[in-house]
């Protein structure tokens, strides 16, 4: 029963995750087609089939809690943040062979602030029910209203996303092509990336802290 349950929720987590990788990823592999507001309009389609999967996740992490098996939470979180790691990294690989860009990394004072903004946030982002659901094994007496917060810290986490990212991108698209700068492009794979390294960071910590 065990292995079942830690197989679906690795399973939801990362097709979630996978799906919110490659509706960005779509849109901007494709930004040289004509007809955009389709694109735009299949993004949708990913993002939501993407947040379906995620809304899965919270309950089977409270079957856990609710069982007391914290053990195998940390398990599947760390697991989880390795696979989602490896495959916002591969997908990546195949976004910079297809775009085929020359890229250089031009960090100013103010892009690496928002660099680490988006690190932060790409450290939270997705992964909310994970945190929340370990935090609700401590604090037990709290723990009804801590996982109910996972809707509203998704939002707030996706506000750098939707607000600064994703009209960057859409910048990047609408411009002609002697304009187009791919600096945003690289921006988004590294903040992605080295956001979910820090995931995998923060699993193998409680790992070791609290399981072993």
């Known amino acids: 029963m065990d292995i079942v349950l830690a197989g679906v929720i690795l399973l939801l987590q990362n097709i979630a995750v996978f799906l919110d990788n490659l509706s960005v990823f779509y849109l901007t592999k494709n930004h040289r087609a004509d007809k955009l507001a ?38 599947i979180f760390l697991f989880s943040s390795i696979i989602s790691l490896l495959v916002t990294l591969i997908q990546s690989v195949w976004l910079l062979n297809d775009l085929n860009y020359k890229f250089t990394l031009n960090i100013k004072w103010k892009t690496f602030g928002l660099m680490i903004v988006g690190l932060i946030v790409y450290a939270i982002y997705m992964y909310v029910p994970f945190y929340l659901n370990i935090l609700a094994y401590f604090f037990k007496e709290q723990s009804l209203w801590l996982v109910q917060l996972s809707p ?34 690289l921006e988004m794979i590294a903040m992605r990336s080295i956001g979910r390294v820090f995931i995998v960071f923060l699993a193998l910590l409680m790992f070791f802290k609290f399981s072993i």
């Open 152 to 185: 509203g810290l998704t939002m707030v986490a996706s506000i750098f996303v939707v607000y600064y990212m994703d009209p960057r991108i859409a910048k990047f698209i609408d411009n002609k092509k002697e304009n187009k700068s791919p600096q945003v492009i």
């Open 38 to 75: 389709g694109l735009f309009a299949r993004k949708h389609q990913i993002d939501f089939l993407s947040r379906g999967f995620l809304f899965f996740t919270p309950p089977l992490l409270g079957y856990l809690i609710t069982h007391d098996d914290l053990n195998l939470l940390l398990i």
